[in-house]
């Protein structure tokens, strides 16, 4: 438990205050956010207090895009968060996410990697060159937003030891489903009302960016908020003509002979309107 929970206690009496003490004279001072975190609507106590719909839900993920945004871009030196998951987005009664626990973020010049010995994070969510060789900058963060969004659209912890072996891993298990073209089934079975194709497709192939093992090929945060809120599935480039408006999702993995997480979307025109069943 950190110091956070000891001040966020005892400012509760005042109930519009929170602030983190982050060394003997520094502090952060944060709003008070009284509706819970992501993870508690997503896997815990806040399931008790309603339906966490998926408009809800992209509200959240894109407030946290918008947060690291500015985080990595907008400000100098750079912030580069380091501990990016479910539990650290809090949510506020409209349902934007809000970016807590600055307890392990770092500074850092611009187009500045940091190296270092003592990888911090949490399982599941830390960059794969990060976890390996301490190389540090905000494509990180990227990467652990990548499994936030993963997380939110699936209701799946990131790394869950209670699921048959090929599916602890999140990231694995999403690219397997993909790869089987079974991207439909990955919804959180929970949501009554699920999201269009469109719109699933959309969140699919931005997470799979943001995971991508490549850390140079992850998008920036400013580009996945932008993508997030766009109402176009982000196609590469040279694919943008074959893009159509009905048809069943067939994502396919374009990736043989490269490590990269990039992925294209190939829409049959099926004249059905089997995408469009739900609503968003
Ligand atoms: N601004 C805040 N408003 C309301 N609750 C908060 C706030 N910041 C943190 N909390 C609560 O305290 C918990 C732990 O805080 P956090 O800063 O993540 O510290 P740590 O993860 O180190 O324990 C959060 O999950 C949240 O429930
Ligand atoms: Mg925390």
């Known amino acids: 438990m950190g110091t956070t929970c000891v001040i966020v206690g005892f400012f509760r009496m005042h109930r519009s205050i929170n602030i983190t003490v982050i060394s003997f004279n520094r502090m952060l001072v944060y709003e008070f956010v009284n509706n819970g975190n992501l993870e508690q609507w997503l896997h815990g106590?806040?399931?008790?207090?309603?339906?966490?719909?998926?408009d809800n839900r992209m509200?959240?993920?894109?407030?946290?895009?918008?947060?690291?945004?500015?985080?990595?871009?907008?400000?100098?030196?750079?912030?580069?968060h380091?501990?990016?998951?479910?539990?650290?987005?809090?949510?506020?009664?409209?349902?934007?996410?809000?970016?807590?626990?600055?307890g392990l973020a770092k500074m850092l010049g611009s187009?500045?990697?940091?190296?270092?010995?003592?990888?911090?994070?949490?399982?599941?969510?830390?960059?794969?060159?990060?976890?390996?060789?301490?190389?540090?900058?905000?494509?990180?963060d990227v990467y652990s937003f990548g499994v936030l969004l993963l997380e939110t659209v699936t209701g799946r912890d990131p790394v869950d030891y209670s699921r048959s072996s090929n599916e602890v891993n999140l990231v694995e298990w999403?690219?397997?489903?993909?790869?089987?073209?079974?991207?439909?089934?990955?919804?959180?079975?929970?949501?009554?009302v699920r999201p269009t194709i469109r719109a699933l497709k959309r969140a699919l192939l931005i997470a799979l960016r943001c995971v991508d093992p490549d850390s140079e090929?992850?998008?920036?945060?400013?580009?996945?908020?932008?993508?997030?809120e766009s109402e176009e599935v982000p196609f590469r480039e040279d694919r943008r003509n074959r893009r159509s408006r009905t048809g069943s999702m067939d994502i396919e993995s374009i990736t043989e002979g490269s490590t990269s997480a990039e992925f294209a979307i190939k829409v049959e025109r099926t004249g059905s309107s089997r995408s469009d069943r739900s609503q968003t």
């Open 45 to 54: 106590a806040m399931r008790q207090h309603g339906v966490f719909t998926w």
């Open 59 to 80: 509200k959240v993920v894109i407030g946290t895009a918008k947060a690291l945004a500015y985080l990595h871009e907008a400000i100098e030196p750079k912030v580069v």
């Open 82 to 102: 380091r501990d990016i998951k479910s539990s650290n987005i809090l949510i506020d009664d409209e349902f934007n996410g809000k970016v807590s626990d600055f």
């Open 111 to 140: 187009d500045k990697s940091h190296i270092t010995t003592r990888v911090m994070g949490t399982f599941g969510y830390v960059a794969p060159e990060y976890a390996n060789t301490g190389m540090l900058n905000e494509k990180s």
């Open 174 to 192: 999403l690219k397997m489903m993909i790869a089987n073209r079974r991207a439909e089934e990955v919804v959180d079975p929970i949501l009554e």
């Open 217 to 228: 090929k992850r998008p920036k945060m400013g580009q996945v908020a932008r993508m997030l």
